[in-house]
């Protein structure tokens, strides 16, 4: 009866040391300010990193790439 709680615990144990292991070595996606801008810009748009956090497929996602319309009020904030 020791023997199977023992190997019980070794179970347990080996586990949570695989699973910790395994969510460090999930590939993390960035939003990058100057490629979201110079892919915005072609588009005549103004490029802006939106934080999120959301897992999709194998990857986890922090930061997404979205490209706003430039408004009069903008301009203005810039002059």
């Given amino acids: 009866m020791k023997l199977l709680y ?3 615990v070794v179970l347990i144990f080996n586990t ?3 699973s910790e292991v395994l969510s460090q070595s999930i590939p993390v ?3 990058d300010q100057y490629d ?3 892919k915005c810009i072609a588009q005549s748009k ?3 990193c939106h934080k999120v956090d959301m897992y ?6 922090l930061g997404e790439c979205h490209c706003e319309d430039l408004h009069v ?7």
């Fill in 6 to 8: 023992i190997i019980f």
């Fill in 16 to 18: 949570n040391c695989f």
């Fill in 29 to 31: 996606k960035y939003c």
């Fill in 36 to 38: 979201c801008e110079k």
């Fill in 46 to 48: 103004i490029g802006v």
């Fill in 56 to 61: 999709v497929d194998t990857h986890r996602v």
């Fill in 73 to 79: 009020t903008d301009l203005k904030d810039l002059g």
